[in-house]
């Protein structure tokens, strides 16, 4: 008998249908059942694939990219990542203007991936012209035959997640979900996620995580945009100085804060305690998850899915960095025994 060869035609095969793995050690003594959807499984290790293929193909459906064409879009890097993959597997250009928040890891990866970069000022309004969302704009105008993928207000964000992480998560817990915590930053993946998850069983509550210093909980909870809540913080691709489109508030039930420091120490114990090498931001929602049990959200029948974004290989020079960590201040006298180290001669 002939033995068929068993390869995958492309990496693109291989992104979505990413494992829910059960947290063990770390949830010990929190009440509830608790399963993480951990992203870095996908090949651009990022959930971002997702809808960098998603709206990439619907585009390519509908008539409007053609070979050698150029893709352009704003990204705190893994976005970015993901179009610069889909574009050299199908022929694109890829362009991206990323936030100078962003880690030089990440920048260099972009370069990698053959992506031209264009390094913006993160602390400027987003409608100032030098902003990346600016900055891809006037790129888009100026470049013919040019798609912007302008994933904070492309419900085709959505819809990616609609089509995929949620019937997965479904199928994976045979329907016995009870909550859903998820980062919001474009809004896609929570919204996504939770509109499919919802049509199942409306009782799923689903619970977003925000970064203090970003407006989404405050509008979520009034309706209304306060400039006041805006101000600098460290995690990237989580929270936001502006209201996207890409996120559906009402499927959203509630919002959690959570501090740059807490998030960047849960996301080192993630890995001390499971073996999980994850991002900053499945620190925040890990963090978020601590907080919301001690709040009293969940009980032993809780099953809880967590959608932990993107890998901690993404983070070396920021928060698994201990001379980084310093520098922001999160190491004190009781810390700092995580990052003893001893050098031999
Ligand atoms: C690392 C990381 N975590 C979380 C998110 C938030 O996901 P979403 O944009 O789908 O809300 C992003 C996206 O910007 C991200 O890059």
Known sequence: MKEEIKAHNNLLELIGNTPLIKLNKIT???????????EAFNPGHSTKDRIALYIIEEAER????????????????????SIAMVSIIKGYECILAVSSKSSADKIDMLKTMGAKVYVCPAHVSADDPRSYYEVAKRLHNEIKGSVYINQYFNELNIDAHYQTTGPEIWEQTAGKITHLVACSGTGGTISGTARFLKEQNPNIKVIGIDAYGSVLQKYHQTKEFDANEIYPYRIEGLGKNLIPTATDFDIIDKFEKVTDESSAHTARELAKTEGLFVGYTSGAAMQGLKQLEEEGEFDENSNIIVIFPDHGSRYM?????DE???????FDSETAEIHKIEYVK
């Not at 010990?28 to 951990?38: D, L, P, R, T």
């Not at 020079?317 to 960095?321: A, L, R």
């Not at 980084?324 to 999160?330: A, E, I, R, S, V």
Request: glycine fraction near 14%.
């Open 324 to 330: 980084w960590m310093n520098q922001q201040g999160f």
């Open 28 to 38: 010990q003594k929190m009440k509830g059942n608790y399963f993480a959807k951990v």
């Open 62 to 81: 509908k008539g409007i990219l053609k070979p050698g064409d150029t893709i352009i879009e704003t990204t705190s890097g893994n976005t970015g990542f």
């Open 317 to 321: 020079s920021k928060i698994f960095n």
